[in-house]
Each structure stands twice: as structure tokens, then as C-alpha cells.
């Protein structure tokens, strides 16, 4: 049960995953086991480096796991980061739709994006989300009126010339 060792076993030899079946073969059995012990264990913080090491192997494009074991591995991350909320936010933005991550998300004051239906469902996913408010980003040319009236000057003692203001 050394989960964190073999996984770095599995990082280390992503790229020969698909070329060598008693490779793939090894790591499935590992992964039936690692979700044995998890499903058994009552206390998964002792698990916890080996989870977060799955979620970076997932995320990483080394190892994908299926859908419904990377959520497993995402909420019992979320359950044992309940007492540092700003990592288990991290964790349950992953999977808003699930009740752990979602009451987390709840709780810290984040929205749960709500679920959109529409002709491409199996494809897709789609939320709704708030309108962006219009914000006035723009800057001025000139930041003070003495800048313009320099422009000016600058143009009419040298009307063959460009002139760009405030270039460095």
C-alpha cells in the first residue's frame, strides 16, 4: 500500500502507458485497489497525498481517470480540507454539481453555476452565469490639461511633423 510510490511509478512512465499492456495492466489493478481502500477507509486523511497526487496526474494529462473515480477522488479531498477552506474551494470548483463540493461552495459565498439544457447535452456543458456589468476601462490620451495644451503647442510649431503624446 505504498499508493504515493507507485504513482510516481505511473508519472514517471505515463508515455508507455498505452505501449505496454502489463504496464496498463498494473496500474488498473492499482487503481482497483487504491479505490478498494479508499471506499473501506473511515479515515482518508492518511490517504490524503496519494488523492492529491491523482488529482495532479488527472490534471496533468498524465493519467486520466475516469469521470466518476476523478469525482470520488475530488470529494474526499473536499472532506478532508473541510478545515482549510480556501484548498477545499480549490478541490469543489472541479465538481459544482456534486453535494460535497457544492455545499462548500455554498458555504464560502461562491455560486453553484446552474446546469443549462440544450440540444448538444452529451457534448457539452453548459452554465448560466451572472451578466458582467458594463465597466469603463478606458483611459485618457493626456492625464492632466497642461499635457494638452503642450500637445497643442507641439503641433502648431511643427505642423509637418507626427506627434505622439506620452510615449516614452
Not at 492499482?30 to 496519494?50: C, G, N, Q
Not at 464560502?108 to 440544450?118: N, S, T
Request: aromatic share 10%.
Amino acid at each position: 500500500e505504498q499508493w504515493v510510490e507507485v504513482l510516481e511509478v505511473v508519472h514517471r512512465r505515463s508515455s508507455q502507458l498505452a505501449a505496454d499492456p502489463l504496464l496498463a495492466q498494473a496500474v488498473e489493478t492499482f487503481v482497483a485497489a487504491f479505490f478498494k481502500t479508499l471506499e473501506k477507509t473511515e479515515t482518508v486523511a492518511a490517504l490524503e497525498p496519494a488523492l492529491e497526487k491523482l488529482v495532479l496526474l488527472h490534471s496533468g494529462g498524465f493519467y486520466r481517470l475516469p469521470r466518476a473515480r476523478f469525482e470520488q477522488v475530488v470529494a474526499h479531498l473536499v472532506t478532508v480540507h473541510a478545515d482549510r477552506p480556501e484548498v477545499a474551494l480549490s478541490y469543489a470548483r472541479f465538481f459544482p454539481e456534486n453535494p460535497r463540493c457544492a455545499d462548500v461552495i455554498r458555504q464560502y459565498g461562491l455560486p453553484v453555476p446552474e446546469r443549462v439544457a440544450h440540444t448538444g447535452d452529451a457534448a457539452i456543458r453548459l452554465t448560466a452565469t451572472e451578466p458582467v456589468e458594463a465597466v469603463d476601462a478606458t483611459i485618457g490620451l493626456f492625464k492632466s490639461q497642461q499635457e494638452v495644451d503642450f500637445f497643442m503647442a507641439v503641433r502648431e510649431v511643427f505642423p509637418t511633423y507626427f506627434v505622439y503624446p506620452n510615449v516614452a
